[in-house]
C-alpha cells in the first residue's frame, strides 16, 4: 500500500548537509527560497498522486535536459533528508540522434556517485526513415523511448519509471486535447502502462518550467539540447506554450490557477453521461 511521506518538511528542508549533486550549488538567499518551493511542490505531488512506496525501486529517466536533471537533483534532496525511501536508478537512453554527447552524462553521475544505465538503441534512424520531411517527429519519437524505458524498468526490477514532465506540459497536453483532440485530458500525476506492470510518475507535475530553468541555471548542469524534436518549428505544443505565455503575462497566476482546476473537476457541470448520470436528475415533487 502506498505511504505517506514523513510530515515536518521545514525540519527536513533545513536539515544539515546536502547530496553531492549540490556542491556548487549557490547558498543565496534566493536559491534557497526556489529550492525549497522546488521540493514543497514536488513533495506535495508525491502525497497526493500516492507515488511513494518504501521499498521500492524507481527508474529515473535522464535526457540531459533541464527538467529532467531538476526531477534528479529533487528526488536526491527529498532522499538525502530521509524523505523518500525508496531506491533511484538513473537510465539515459542514447536514441542515436546527431552530435549527441556520449560522454556528458555517465561522468556527471559517476562525478555525484549516482547509480546508473546508458541504454543505446537507435530510434532516431527509425524516426526520420518512418515519417516524411517536415513532419513533426514527438510522437513516433516519444513512442519508441518509452516501449525501452519500460523494458529496463522491468530489467532493473523497477515498479515505477519516472519523468520529469512539469506545470506547463500538462497544461499545454490539455489545450492540444481540447483543442485538437475533442477531449478533456491532460498529463496525470501517475499512471499506470497498458501492460499494467510499470507506473509512470511525474513528481515535478505542479512545479513551474519557469522555475526549473532558473534551478538548472544555477545548479549549471551540462545541458544537452535536443536535435530531433526540439529543432522542429511550428510544432502544436509551441502554439499552446505561446498562448498559456501570453495569458500568463496578462494575468499572472493563471497557470497555478490552471493546474489546480485539472484536480478540482465537477461532472455535473460538464456534458459526458458517462460521467454523471444526467437522465436520473429529476424535481422533488414533494
Not at 548537509?17 to 538567499?29: L, N, Q, R
Not at 527538467?67 to 529533487?74: E, H
Not at 516524411?132 to 519508441?144: H, K, Q, V
Request: charged share 25%; proline share 6%.
Amino acid at each position: 500500500m502506498n505511504q505517506a511521506l514523513p510530515i515536518d518538511p521545514e525540519a527536513a528542508e533545513d536539515a544539515g548537509g546536502a547530496h553531492p549533486i549540490f556542491a556548487g550549488a549557490p547558498s543565496g538567499v534566493e536559491f534557497n527560497k526556489l529550492r525549497k518551493r522546488l521540493i514543497r511542490l514536488t513533495r506535495e505531488a508525491l502525497e497526493r498522486f500516492g507515488m511513494v512506496e518504501p521499498g521500492t525501486r524507481w527508474l529515473v529517466a535522464l535526457s540531459g535536459g533541464k527538467d529532467s536533471y531538476g526531477l534528479l537533483a529533487l528526488l536526491l534532496d527529498l532522499k538525502w533528508r530521509g524523505l523518500l525511501p525508496v531506491e533511484l536508478l538513473v537510465c539515459n537512453l542514447d536514441q542515436g540522434q546527431p552530435n549527441f554527447p556520449k560522454h556528458i552524462l555517465p561522468q556527471f553521475l559517476t562525478q555525484v556517485g549516482v547509480p546508473h544505465r546508458i541504454e543505446y538503441r537507435d530510434t532516431y534512424s527509425i524516426v526520420t526513415d518512418k515519417l516524411p520531411e517536415g513532419a513533426t517527429y514527438c510522437a513516433l519519437c516519444s513512442r519508441l523511448r518509452r516501449g525501452h524505458l519500460y523494458r529496463i524498468a522491468r530489467e532493473e526490477g523497477c515498479s515505477a519509471l519516472v519523468l520529469g514532465h512539469h506545470r506547463e506540459d500538462s497544461l499545454e497536453t490539455f489545450f492540444m486535447n481540447l483543442f485538437h483532440g475533442g477531449k478533456l485530458a491532460a498529463m496525470p500525476g501517475k499512471l499506470l502502462n497498458d501492460e499494467g506492470d510499470v507506473q509512470v510518475l511525474r513528481p515535478l507535475i505542479y512545479c513551474a518550467e519557469d522555475d526549473l530553468q532558473r534551478f538548472s541555471d544555477a545548479m549549471a548542469f551540462p545541458i544537452i539540447p535536443c536535435d530531433l524534436c526540439g529543432s522542429q518549428e511550428g510544432l502544436e505544443r509551441n502554439a499552446m506554450k505561446a498562448m498559456l505565455n501570453d495569458i500568463e503575462r496578462r494575468q499572472p497566476g493563471r497557470k497555478d490557477v490552471m493546474i489546480r482546476a485539472l484536480g478540482n473537476v465537477r461532472p455535473s457541470h460538464l456534458l459526458d453521461p458517462k460521467l454523471f448520470d444526467f437522465a436520473a436528475l429529476t424535481q422533488d415533487q414533494s
